[in-house]
T-cell receptor, first 114, second 110 residues
């Protein structure tokens, strides 16, 4: 079964810590995405990548960075975690656009910043 | 500006009922459309793509109305297991990522 795997299901970090969220997909997908989901706000796009070493800002990139050194891995980095970054983080991957097959999501990382 | 809008619900329906959700989008150049299902504290899972001519998958029917810029999802003969949040997603065009609606909550009761 094809998968998008996020390294942690639950994470608790302290304010000011540097946080790494890892995402790996085994579907040889070109596109990878990071969203956060908050009650009442829905899914909001943080960053996405269409190829290795390429990245594009989404709607809310402030306070985040990403890394894509290999096709299968897309990492989200919180440079200095803050309490307003407490959220559910969802990674997704897809085939190139135009193939109309939608995204496959990982099971999410629920991050709490204290 | 909200690009993708859904009625948040909740929609409370009895088993066996037919229920329909709509989702409006603002970008007339949008190219692809999807419905996702999300169970509580789980990730969204693709339910179905939405094609221009409309498409059906068992009890689920999806339709696209480009003139009025909305997509719809119809669920017939609702089951208890259909209780979930249904998210619509719209791709504004090549080079962009999916925009998601905030979801419509459905509760099917015995």
């Amino acid at each position: 079964d094809v998968k998008v795997t996020q390294s942690s299901r639950y994470l608790v970090k302290r304010t000011g810590e540097k946080v790494f969220l890892e995402c790996v997909q085994d579907m040889d997908h070109e596109n990878m995405f990071w969203y956060r989901q908050d009650p009442g706000l829905g899914l909001r796009l943080i960053y996405f990548s269409y190829d290795v070493k390429m990245k594009e800002k989404g709607d809310i990139p402030e306070g985040y960075s990403v890394s894509r050194e290999k096709k299968e891995r897309f990492s989200l980095i919180l440079e200095s975690a803050s309490t307003n970054q407490t959220s559910m983080y969802l990674c997704a991957s897809s085939l190139p656009q135009g193939q109309g097959l939608g995204y496959t999501f990982g099971s999410g990382t629920r991050l709490t910043v204290v | 500006r909200k690009e993708v809008e859904q009625d948040p619900g909740p929609f409370n329906v009895p088993e066996g009922a037919t229920v329909a959700f709509n989702c409006t989008y603002s970008n007339s150049a949008s190219q692809s459309f999807f419905w996702y299902r999300q169970d509580c504290r789980k990730e969204p899972k693709l339910l179905m793509s939405v094609y221009s001519s409309g498409n059906e998958d068992g009890r689920f029917t999806a339709q696209l109305n480009r003139a009025s810029q909305y997509i719809s999802l119809l669920i017939r003969d609702s089951k208890l297991s259909d209780s979930a949040t249904y998210l619509c997603a719209v791709n504004p065009g090549l080079g962009y990522a999916l925009n998601f609606g905030k979801g419509t909550s459905l509760l099917v009761t015995p």
